[in-house]
């Protein structure tokens, strides 16, 4: 495979996966024969990572191909989730799903404390769909700050936060997944669309100004920063009261 030579493999991403771990996972047996399989390959042990690739440059400069001019690297990840049901526990070890969205509370709130904020739950009224928040008060340093992040565990609720347009009253608001579920909204969108588009996310968050947090394990990526924001200070004050009474209850 044609990997970009001078790309940071942890920057990276193809199908929301870091290079990194798909260098890596394209030198897995398991996956390399969840692949083949997938993908329609013959069975060629000694060489399958050689057929794997002959396969996609086939599927890329197709007519018509689903995968017609997407990157080869964009082609591998994709197809790696879509293998998922050949090599499940494999797939799993790449893409890092989760079974509760609980269990991405706590890598968020470690991400909102190491930049100064104190994280609590969400559910607060002026921070629109946000299920975790991080804020800080004002001081002889620091400005207040709120940040609002949705954590989202499924790719359909992926889309349908799309549909939500309105601006919360944060400095900045994130949707949070792990990268099982951000490409899997692309395969959702791809399937529609009869074409893979791998910017299909990320125009869907524009025009809310949300930026995107992948949460693979403990780490938490800031992979579309979010777009800063002024909230108006009757509202902010506001909201920093509702906060304190959220504490307290």
Same mark, same amino acid.
């Given at each position: 495979?044609?990997?970009?030579?001078?790309?940071?493999?942890?920057?990276?991403?193809?199908?929301?996966?870091?290079?990194?771990?798909?260098?890596?996972?394209?030198?897995?047996?398991?996956?390399?024969?969840?692949?083949?399989?997938?993908?329609?390959?013959?069975?060629?042990?000694?060489?399958?990572?050689?057929?794997?690739?002959?396969?996609?440059?086939?599927?890329?400069?197709?007519?018509?191909?689903?995968?017609?001019?997407?990157?080869?690297?964009?082609?591998?990840?994709?197809?790696?989730?879509?293998?998922?049901?050949?090599?499940?526990? $494999?797939?799993?070890?790449?893409?890092?799903?989760?079974?509760?969205?609980?269990?991405?509370?706590?890598?968020?709130?470690?991400?909102?404390?190491?930049?100064?904020?104190?994280?609590?739950?969400?559910?607060?009224?002026?921070?629109?769909?946000?299920?975790?928040?991080?804020?800080?008060?004002?001081?002889?340093? $620091?400005?207040?700050?709120?940040?609002?992040?949705?954590?989202?565990?499924?790719?359909?609720?992926?889309?349908?936060?799309?549909?939500?347009?309105?601006?919360?009253?944060?400095?900045?608001?994130?949707?949070?997944?792990?990268?099982?579920?951000?490409?899997?909204?692309?395969?959702?969108?791809?399937?529609?669309?009869?074409?893979?588009?791998?910017?299909?996310?990320?125009?869907?968050?524009?025009?809310?100004?949300?930026?995107?947090?992948?949460?693979?394990?403990?780490?938490?990526?800031?992979?579309?920063?979010? !777009?800063?924001?002024?909230?108006? !200070?009757?509202?902010?004050?506001?909201?920093?009261?509702?906060?304190?009474?959220?504490?307290?209850?």
């Amino acid at each position: 495979m044609d990997f970009p030579r001078r790309a940071d493999p942890d920057l990276t991403r193809y199908a929301y996966l870091r290079l990194r771990r798909l260098k890596e996972a394209a030198q897995d047996a398991r996956i390399l024969e969840a692949l083949a399989r997938e993908l329609d390959v013959p069975a060629d042990t000694n060489h399958q990572l050689e057929a794997i690739e002959r396969r996609i440059e086939e599927l890329r400069a197709a007519p018509d191909s689903f995968w017609r001019g997407v990157d080869a690297p964009e082609v591998l990840a994709a197809s790696m989730l879509k293998s998922r049901r050949h090599a499940t526990e $494999a797939v799993d070890e790449v893409f890092r799903p989760v079974s509760r969205l609980q269990d991405l509370s706590k890598p968020l709130s470690e991400w909102l404390h190491v930049a100064g904020l104190t994280p609590q739950a969400g559910g607060v009224p002026r921070t629109g769909r946000a299920n975790l928040i991080g804020a800080r008060g004002g001081g002889m340093i $620091a400005s207040p700050r709120v940040v609002g992040i949705e954590a989202i565990n499924d790719s359909a609720e992926l889309e349908s936060t799309l549909g939500e347009k309105s601006i919360d009253n944060t400095h900045a608001s994130y949707v949070a997944c792990t990268p099982a579920v951000a490409a899997s909204f692309l395969w959702f969108n791809a399937t529609r669309a009869r074409h893979w588009d791998p910017d299909a996310l990320r125009r869907g968050l524009e025009p809310s100004g949300r930026g995107l947090l992948i949460v693979e394990g403990d780490a938490v990526a800031q992979v579309i920063r979010a !777009k800063e924001r002024k909230p108006d !200070k009757a509202l902010l004050q506001q909201l920093a009261v509702d906060l304190q009474a959220a504490r307290k209850s």
